[in-house]
């Protein structure tokens, strides 16, 4: 080989040595770094000042120190090897390589170098644990998933026992409801008719199911419901379904009566499907005819009475009051809604009689029964009026009271009444002290009397309480010579029963003895 294809050699050897993604390492027998290329200082992570004249042992951690002495031992023998080792880089991380090794001899067959050809294999450790990651992943995952097949296996049996038990459930609940239970299809054809249904519309099972469901429907609905429900279907514009309504049904026998039904939607197998709810409300009607016939005869006894019906809430304050009272007093609802009776009345009346007041308070906080509270109240125009009020408290079904009900009677004509006859009554005993006469009451027989004037005792100078109960007592204060004749006149009286006037004298305990004109019938 001439000179001029050795340097050619040497500088294609140089270049690749420059160009290589292979780390080139020289070392002598003393493994001192004689030369490294742009590769290794790369995996060293070092310029190459800072490699050349270090030994090979200065980048390496204590293990891989003694893999390169053992390696450094087997290239002294003339051996060549690969071996797997980390090398220390510059800041301090391990970086896995492959070091292609092989010793260089002179001609004399002394080693006089080694040479290694180094690989970094950190992108390919790191590609290893990724795919032992992945493949622990796979195997956890493929476990779970075999876990949770195991699982599901074990859940869908229990489902599947879980569904036949509620399906005999169900079916157990349907044949027992008190309500009309039936199912129909798209076509309105009936699938299933539940016992409840039987005894609701006299057929039986096997005589429904099958058939279109508008045989339980009278006129003209019976003909309309093919409409309905295929207009549903083509539009979804629904008039009952989800929506409880008042229907009527047609019994077997023919009768018609009035139903409450709620109708919902389903889907089985992709099929649709409609369950109506049913339930016979003709007793329910009937009450509720019965209710609007008693409050129109109470609207009318309220109307036509005397009286005015009034209620209060748990709160003692009046929440209802009829119309006649208004019409009575001048007052409006917002006068009276709302408010206790003693804030209605004010001041003037309760501070009247505070015990009478002190008392209805107390009666009504402790929920007893009203009888006959008589109060005095201003209307509208400033006028008193006089009132009566009886009323029972109410409670709600757990014994929770709830108000009171009551009614109030005006009873304004009657204390004026009574005020006039106490005016009359007084006047005219007046008149018999100014006259010095007296009256009296007694019995159809003449024997007792039932009452006797105050001016009794000023005539006769006998107190009233031992004259009133006896008149035998009257009859022995008559002069004796009177007695007989008086008695005799008051005999033919009880027996004509006609008026009459008698003379005699009455001998009083003081020893007085006045004349006495009597005149009675």
């Known amino acids: 080989?001439?000179?001029?294809?050795?340097?050619?050699?040497?500088?294609?050897?140089?270049?690749?040595?420059?160009?290589?993604?292979?780390?080139?390492?020289?070392?002598?027998?003393?493994?001192?770094?004689?030369?490294?290329?742009?590769?290794?200082?790369?995996?060293?992570?070092?310029?190459?000042?800072?490699?050349?004249?270090?030994?090979?042992?200065?980048?390496?951690?204590?293990?891989?120190?003694?893999?390169l002495h053992r390696e450094i031992a087997s290239r002294n023998m003339g051996k060549h090897g690969s071996y797997e080792i980390a090398l220390l880089r510059a800041d301090g991380a391990n970086v896995p390589c492959i070091n292609n090794a092989t010793a260089v001899f002179d001609d004399d067959g002394?080693?006089?170098?080694?040479?290694?050809?180094?690989?970094?294999?950190?992108?390919?450790?790191?590609?290893?644990?990724?795919?032992?990651?992945?493949?622990?992943?796979?195997?956890?995952?493929?476990?779970?998933?075999?876990?949770?097949l195991s699982d599901e296996l074990a859940e869908r049996k229990r489902v599947e026992e879980s569904l036949r038990e509620n399906e005999a459930r169900t079916r157990a609940i349907v044949e027992t409801a008190v309500d009309g239970i039936i199912t129909i299809d798209e076509h309105g054809i009936v699938e299933n008719f539940n016992t409840a249904a039987e005894r609701m519309f006299g057929y039986s099972a096997k005589e429904v199911i099958g058939k279109n469901i508008k045989m339980l429907m009278p006129e003209p609905d019976a003909s309309n419901h093919d409409g309905y429900l295929a207009n549903y279907l083509r539009t979804g514009d629904t008039k009952i379904i989800g929506i409880g309504r008042e229907v009527v049904g047609q019994r077997k026998n023919?009768?018609?009566?009035?139903?409450?039904?709620?109708?919902?939607?389903?889907?089985?197998?992709?099929?649709?499907?409609?369950?109506?709810?049913?339930?016979?409300?003709?007793?329910?009607?009937?009450?509720?005819?019965?209710?609007?016939?008693?409050?129109?005869?109470?609207?009318?006894?309220?109307?036509?009475?005397?009286?005015?019906?009034?209620?209060?809430?748990?709160?003692?304050?009046?929440?209802?009051?009829?119309?006649?009272?208004?019409?009575?007093?001048?007052?409006?609802?917002?006068?009276?809604?709302?408010?206790?009776?003693?804030?209605?009345v004010g001041p003037e009346s309760t501070a009247n009689n505070p015990e009478l007041w002190r008392t209805h308070e107390d009666d009504l906080r402790n929920h007893r029964v009203i009888?006959?509270?008589?109060?005095?109240?201003?209307?509208?125009?400033?006028?008193?009026?006089?009132?009566?009020?009886?009323?029972?408290?109410?409670?709600?079904?757990?014994?929770v009271f709830r108000g009171y009900r009551g009614t109030a009677t005006s009873i304004t004509e009657q204390k004026e009444s009574e005020e006039?006859?106490?005016?009359?009554?007084?006047?005219?005993r007046q008149a018999e002290r100014i006259a010095n006469i007296h009256h009296w009451v007694s019995d159809a027989t003449f024997v007792n009397w039932i009452v006797a004037s105050e001016n009794t005792e000023h005539l006769f100078g006998v107190p009233v309480s031992e004259l009133v109960g006896d008149h035998s007592k009257f009859l022995s204060f008559i002069h004796p010579d009177d007695q007989e004749r008086v008695v005799t006149l008051y005999e033919e009286v009880k027996s004509n029963l006609e008026p009459y006037e008698v003379e005699y004298r009455f001998c009083r305990p003081d020893g007085v003895m006045p004349y006495i004109r009597e005149i009675g019938e």
Request: hydrophobic content about 40%.
């Open 1 to 67: 080989m001439n000179l001029r294809e050795i340097t050619l050699q040497t500088k294609i050897l140089e270049e690749l040595l420059v160009t290589t993604q292979e780390g080139f390492w020289l070392i002598d027998n003393e493994a001192m770094t004689l030369d490294v290329n742009p590769a290794m200082c790369q995996i060293l992570g070092r310029p190459r000042e800072d490699i050349i004249g270090r030994s090979i042992f200065d980048f390496a951690d204590t293990a891989n120190t003694e893999v």
């Open 371 to 399: 009888r006959n509270f008589e109060y005095f109240q201003q209307d509208k125009n400033a006028l008193r009026r006089y009132v009566r009020v009886s009323a029972m408290p109410f409670f709600n079904e757990n014994g």
């Open 254 to 344: 023919g009768d018609i009566f009035p139903l409450h039904l709620a109708v919902s939607e389903m889907s089985v197998s992709g099929k649709r499907m409609f369950t109506g709810i049913l339930r016979d409300i003709s007793e329910q009607k009937e009450i509720e005819e019965r209710l609007r016939d008693s409050e129109a005869r109470f609207r009318d006894a309220l109307e036509v009475s005397t009286d005015w019906f009034w209620e209060m809430g748990p709160d003692l304050r009046y929440t209802y009051v009829a119309p006649r009272f208004f019409e009575e007093t001048g007052y409006e609802p917002e006068d009276i809604i709302g408010k206790t009776r003693m804030e209605f």
């Open 110 to 148: 002394r080693k006089v170098a080694a040479i290694g050809l180094w690989t970094d294999i950190s992108e390919i450790r790191q590609a290893e644990g990724k795919l032992k990651k992945a493949y622990d992943v796979l195997e956890t995952t493929v476990a779970e998933r075999t876990a949770e």
């Open 420 to 428: 006039a006859l106490k005016e009359s009554a007084a006047a005219f």
